[in-house]
């Protein structure tokens, strides 16, 4: 006798009508589900209780609650070295932080006190084009709210855009264009969470007006006037240098310099009601110039511009901290 299930689905024609039948009821079935609102990944990476906890530990474990937060740029890590009275944490120790597997990436934190005022440093940071999610990029921002930062610095490299900078420049940034959220993705996409800010965020006055002018008398009081300037900036979503095509489009648009970090922490400090001072220290000089932005050695690479970076971060928290 034949066995009918087995000897069926060997003929062609039974498994066809087989498969035919098997999706007839799964669409139906589907029809009768009814509709869910597909809540992005970014907002449920990580809940309010999961940036509590990575706070929490944080704050256990350095005892001290920090007013100021900076997000070190690659090239610029060497600014942990002014924090008195260091507290080194780990990201892989505090639950559920993002790690970065770049290789020479400090993925550290440091806690300490800064001319008198209690910091928090970033030392390293966590990109998009390492394959993390922006909501992974952004969480350390919404855990340095919750340790009590007022105030959170952000800096990193970049390419100039604007053919009038130079190699060595220190751009303020006192707006930026948000190639990501003008494609659709953003670390605010999804449900949100009001302890931290509402669905939709102004950004208006993103880059603190106030701090912006601190900081560019600080940088002049300083006798750095010759290379600082404040301009617009853009983050690149790949690891890929812009190629000379689109540092013309970037140039269009209005972007003075271009990074690959920056933009998407910025949204979220400022949703979450954080003052930003941001700048950018301009690495690799664009537009037709015969120069490969990969090759450039950010280990050996303006240590003097780096030692300006960091003393203007650390006369600007002076100065806030003292009211100046
Ligand atoms: O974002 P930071 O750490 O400044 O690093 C910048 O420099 C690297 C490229 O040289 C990119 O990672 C870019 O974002
Ligand atoms: O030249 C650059 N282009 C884009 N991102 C960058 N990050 C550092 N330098 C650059």
Redesign the pocket.
């Known amino acids: 006798m034949k066995c009918q299930q087995c000897c069926a689905s060997k003929s062609p024609l039974a498994r066809r009508l087989q498969l035919k039948k098997q999706k007839e009821a799964e669409e139906a079935e589907a029809k009768a589900r009814p509709k869910q609102i597909v809540v992005t990944p970014q907002s449920l990476l990580y809940n309010y209780d999961d940036v509590s906890a990575m706070a929490e530990y944080i704050l256990r474990t350095c005892r001290i609650r920090p007013k100021f937060g900076v997000v070190c740029s690659t ?1 610029l890590s060497s600014m942990v070295n002014m924090i008195e009275n260091p507290v080194d944490i780990p990201f892989r120790d505090i639950p559920q932080f993002p790690v970065s597997p770049v290789d020479g990436h400090d993925n550290k934190l440091v806690v300490g006190t800064l001319m008198g005022a209690t910091v928090i440093a970033m030392q390293g940071r966590i990109h998009a084009y390492e394959g993390f999610e922006l909501a992974s990029c952004t969480v350390p921002v919404h855990v340095m709210k919750l340790c009590g930062v007022k105030y959170v610095f952000f800096t ?5 855009v604007n053919p009038g900078y130079a190699v060595g420049d220190i751009m303020l940034i006192k707006d930026h264009i948000n190639l990501f959220g003008m494609m659709g993705s953003s670390p605010l996409i999804g449900r949100h969470d009001s302890r931290f800010g509402g669905p939709c965020v102004s950004m208006v006055n993103a880059y603190d007006n106030y701090l912006l002018e601190r900081g560019m008398e600080i940088g002049k009081s300083l006798g750095y006037q010759e290379c600082l300037r404040t301009g617009v900036f853009a ?2 979503g790949s690891p890929s ?2 190629t000379e095509a689109e540092q013309k489009i970037l140039s269009l648009l209005g972007v003075d ?5 920056l933009v998407h922490e910025v949204i979220v400090a400022h949703h979450c009601g954080l003052r930003v001072f941001s700048f ?1 220290l ?3 000089s ?1 537009f037709g110039e015969d120069e490969d ?1 990969a090759v ?1 050695n950010p280990e050996s690479f303006l240590r003097q511009q780096q030692y300006a970076c960091n003393e203007l971060i650390a006369r600007l928290i002076y100065d806030i901290q003292n009211d100046l």
């Open positions: 090239v990193s490299a970049a390419g100039a983050c690149l240098y812009e310099a271009v990074g690959m970090s950018v301009i690495t690799v664009g932005p450039v």
